[in-house]
């Protein structure tokens, strides 16, 4: 394993000893690779997972090149695979409104708060959810 990979690892296993996901508040969980984002609602005292979603199950007609987020005076400008790490925040705090969800447990799987981690976040708290 590369070496960026172990700490990786080991940060997430630091995360998970102190988080756990229950069944009205599910851990948000967050896997990044280098093309795609995914992000699931787990139970961990059931050990299911109640919610999923990936960056290609957002339609490309629905994809923007560039999100805008805040107010007018703060606004930020998202591109490329933040622009779709926000959208797939905003389609999992969709999903579990469906579900009556409103509040989580993020777990960042061992990545840095920031980024497409930080975008997915922000796009969930947009969506309504809780974190």
């Known amino acids: 394993m590369l070496e960026k990979h172990k700490k990786r690892i080991n940060r ?17 969980c967050v896997f ?3 093309s795609h984002i ?4 787990i139970d961990d005292g059931k050990g ?7 960056d290609f199950d957002i339609a490309k007609k629905e994809r923007k090149a560039e999100v805008k987020t805040g107010e007018k005076d703060k ?7 933040v622009a779709l790490a926000y959208q797939v ?6 999903m579990s409104k469906e579900k009556n969800i409103k ?14 981690i930080k975008a997915l976040a922000l796009g969930a708290r947009k ?3 809780v974190i």
């Open 75 to 81: 606004a930020v400008i998202l591109k490329g695979k």
């Open 32 to 34: 990044r690779s280098n």
């Open 89 to 94: 925040g905003e389609v999992i705090a969709q």
């Open 48 to 54: 299911k997972t109640i919610l999923q979603t990936k």
């Open 103 to 116: 509040k989580v447990v993020f777990d960042r799987g061992g990545y840095k708060y920031h980024g497409r």
């Open 38 to 41: 995914y992000a699931n609602l």
């Open 127 to 129: 969506g309504g959810l």
């Open 12 to 28: 997430h296993k630091r995360v998970r000893a102190r988080i756990k996901g229950t069944n009205k508040v599910p851990r948000l």
